[in-house]
């Protein structure tokens, strides 16, 4: 069992930065890789990112490539979402989530969520 928590979400400007935080509790957090998901208002949850379990590797949706870092700290039982240059179609809730596969990219593969946090990028 894997509890997730996120927090560090809020307001901010267009072409601002923030960094979403997503703490879980568990000694089995290193062998899962995480991911990032969003739904924005009136639409479907979307990818965002994902990190391989020992961090060696990540994915990226078109969409925010070149713009959203993800990582983890192990010790920690952290992973981290750096979104910088932010634009407001950007603003959603962002989940993150846990999953036993290698770099998942769809929401089926994932076990365990967040409750989320509010994102909103104002212009």
């Known amino acids: 069992q894997v509890q997730l928590v996120e927090s560090g979400g809020g307001l901010v400007q267009a072409g601002g930065s923030k960094t979403l935080s997503c703490a879980a509790s568990?000694?089995?957090?290193?062998?899962?890789?995480m991911g990032w998901f969003r739904r924005a208002p009136g639409k479907e949850r979307e990818f965002v990112a994902t990190?391989?379990?020992?961090?060696?590797?990540?994915y990226y949706s078109d969409s925010v490539k070149g713009r959203f870092t993800i990582g983890r700290d192990n010790d920690k039982n952290t992973v981290y979402l750096q979104m910088n240059s932010l634009k407001p179609e950007d603003t959603a809730v962002y989940y993150c989530a846990a999953s036993p596969g290698s770099l998942p990219r769809t929401s089926y593969e994932y076990n365990y969520w967040g409750q989320g946090t509010q994102v909103t990028v104002s212009s």
């Open positions: 990190i391989r379990y020992n961090g060696g590797s990540t």
């Open positions: 568990g000694r089995t957090f290193s062998s899962y890789a």
